[in-house]
């Protein structure tokens, strides 16, 4: 009907209800995880993050949320997919899945 009438499918909807959004995972990196890493592996990603604080302007993080396209690109590079280098980037240590965690560590 929606299509019909060309119109959102949202707007055929009663209000309140929200449409289904897949959400993908965002992709935080643990900066001195990855800066201090000793594995050369790593070097293409933290050319990555390295020009992306320059673009930003922003050099005093501890984290940095990288685009799902900036992950797809860097893949390619890896030969690898998103979800493969997610992997790859786990296995290094390098992810920050819980940032109250990460950030309440600090505290203590
Ligand atoms: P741009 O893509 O034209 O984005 C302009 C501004 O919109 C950004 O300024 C930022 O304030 C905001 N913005 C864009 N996308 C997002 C987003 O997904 N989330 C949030 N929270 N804000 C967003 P900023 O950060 O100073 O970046 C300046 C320019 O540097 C960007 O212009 C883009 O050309 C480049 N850049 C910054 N970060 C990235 C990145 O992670 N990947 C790539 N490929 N380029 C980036
Ligand atoms: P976020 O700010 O929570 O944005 C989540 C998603 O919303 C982004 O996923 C993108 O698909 C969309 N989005 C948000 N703001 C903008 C915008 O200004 N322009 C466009 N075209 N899309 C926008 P994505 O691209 O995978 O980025 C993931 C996260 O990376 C962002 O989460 C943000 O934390 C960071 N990020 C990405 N690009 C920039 C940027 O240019 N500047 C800054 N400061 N942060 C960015």
Known sequence: ???????????LL??????PVEQAEKIVL??????????SEL???????????QRRGDYNGRILSIRADDLYTLAVVY??????LIEKLED?????HD???FFASDAE
């Open 30 to 39: 643990n900066l001195e995880a990855l800066y201090d890493h000793p594995d």
């Open 79 to 84: 030969s690898t997919t998103p979800s493969g």
């Open 99 to 101: 940032l109250q965690a």
């Open 92 to 96: 290094f240590g390098v992810l920050v």
């Open 43 to 53: 070097e293409h990603v933290a050319k990555l993050a390295r020009s992306i604080q």
């Open 14 to 19: 009663p209000e309140g209800v929200p449409l």
């Open 1 to 11: 009907m929606a299509d019909f009438y060309r119109i959102p499918v949202s707007e």
